[in-house]
């Protein structure tokens, strides 16, 4: 099957799969005598284990780490998590964690220092702010900082610009 066939069968892109295939995730396949990538039902089912382990929360850095296994996963199929074979990733979830570790202390510090800043008694992170108590420490919009103009907008970044017209 052809590219668009086999992402749409993967439940992805096109482009997903050739960055798979740049980043070592996805061997290169065959191609037709026209040039076209042709890929069959194995290519497909690691593409899956891909999108698993993606929504697991890995990384492709992650997954290339361990690319060389994947086919251990593709045959576990369906269940295509890492738990079916803990040994595989057990050291790449391992790093996975410690990091997602990090990053919720550093937000959460993040957060206290925030509602410090504005005020608020310091409460559980996990819990919501009372509705009434949303936003109503800013009094105006003239308290905020002005708002950058979107950089996608700015003349020169992938918009032609408007030139005035002929005289």
Do not use: K, W
């Not at 996963?73 to 996975?96: I, N």
């Amino acid at each position: 099957m052809r590219i668009g066939e086999a992402a749409a069968a993967a439940g992805t892109t096109p482009r997903a799969l050739r960055l798979y295939e740049a980043r070592g995730l996805l061997r290169p396949p065959p191609r037709t005598s026209s040039g076209q990538r042709e890929y069959g039902p194995a290519e497909v089912a690691r593409v899956r284990v891909i999108r698993n382990l993606l929504a697991l929360g890995l990384t492709l850095e992650d997954i290339r780490r361990r690319a060389h296994r994947l086919d251990l996963l593709v045959q576990d199929q369906p269940s295509s998590s890492c738990g079916s074979r803990p040994g595989e990733f057990s050291d790449v979830v391992a790093d996975r964690l410690a990091t997602l570790d990090a990053e919720i202390a550093r937000l959460t510090r993040l957060r206290q220092g925030l509602a410090a800043a504005a005020g608020r008694p310091q409460c559980d992170p996990g819990s919501p702010p009372p509705p009434a108590a949303a936003g109503s420490h800013l009094s105006s919009r003239a308290d905020l900082p002005p708002r950058r103009a979107d950089a996608s907008l700015a003349p020169g970044h992938g918009r032609t610009p408007v030139r005035p017209p002929p005289r």
